[in-house]
């Protein structure tokens, strides 16, 4: 039977008390969070910060725990066209994740698609060739018009290029998807989109399982409660159903008391295993399936 984790972008407090509270309550088994300020955390936060995540760790508590980067160390072309002075921000800030203990650092991608894709990966090349680092770097698509990760083509061809130079993955976020219109509304869809454009769904690995508040084809980044928005349980199911790996999903909901993140996290759980199965009887030998809702 296949396990995936689930989880939430986490918002964390001091108190590791009330941290382990939330995740023994929500019952999560990743996390997400932003690290501010934007220019770098002190020696003090840094210890602060690797402590924490040793612990939950060591402890069990979670399997996976990524950083989200801030908006300022976005893939992005610089006025003189080039894309080292990003490349040496994301240098920084993966060496810095890898510093803490996490497991990945997610980074949006906010290229032009007429940029060609062979400089982006000779300039991360020159700039990455020699960082030694276990945190693995993802490259998130966005819902920005011109983008190349706004469209699935462009953004195959992108992450296909780059990890032959370094081990780049995917980020796959289900809202930005759905916003510049892939509607994810059955499985047939999914798996025609996971044909089409293998590099991309080949090397995910996190998906940020997101309800969209706007319409497919919006091009607006607004995301709504799971299950509540115009995604909806059958749409966020049938993206499940193409990933066979132990994939973490991590939901980014707008901001509400610990009632309504539970609520969220319930759904997800739903959404992940489907109907539940007494192992006991259906016998050592037995196959399982999951079932979605769709």
């Known amino acids: 039977m296949i396990i995936f ?20 309550e929500l019952q999560i088994d990743c996390f997400q969070l932003f690290l501010e300020p934007h220019h770098g955390l002190s020696m003090k936060r840094k210890l602060h910060y690797r402590a924490i995540f040793s612990r939950l760790k060591k402890e069990k508590l979670v399997q996976k725990i990524f950083v989200h980067s801030p908006d300022s160390t976005a893939l992005r072309v610089s006025k003189n066209g080039s894309t080292i002075p990003s490349w040496k921000k994301i240098r920084y800030r993966l060496q810095e994740a890898d510093d803490l203990g996490a497991d990945g650092l997610v980074v949006h991608v906010n290229i032009d698609r007429t940029f060609p894709i062979h400089a982006v990966a000779e300039e991360m090349s020159e700039i990455l060739y020699d960082i030694d680092v276990h945190c693995d770097l993802l490259l998130e698509n966005t819902v920005l018009k011109k983008s190349i990760s706004a469209d699935l083509y462009q953004f195959n061809l992108f992450i296909k290029r780059l990890h032959e130079k370094y081990p780049v993955y995917v980020c796959l976020d289900t809202a930005h998807l759905f916003a510049v219109g892939y509607s994810c509304s059955s499985k047939d869809e999914m798996k025609e989109l996971k044909s089409k454009f293998p590099s991309i769904f080949q090397h995910t690995k996190l998906v940020h399982m997101n309800d969209s508040a706007v319409e497919c084809g919006s091009y607006t980044d607004h995301h709504s409660h799971l299950g509540k928005g115009f995604l909806g349980r059958g749409s966020l199911g049938a993206i499940v159903s193409v990933f066979s790996q132990n994939i973490p999903f991590i939901t980014e909901t707008p901001k509400c008391d610990f009632d309504m993140q539970k609520e969220n996290v319930e759904t997800l759980n739903q959404i992940m295993t489907g109907n539940k199965l007494d192992l006991d009887e259906l016998g050592s030998h037995a196959k399982i399936e999951r079932v979605f809702y769709f």
């Not at 984790?5 to 023994?24: F, W």
């Open 5 to 24: 984790m689930i989880g939430i972008h986490l918002r964390l407090t001091n108190d590791m008390e009330s941290i382990r509270k939330c995740i023994d």
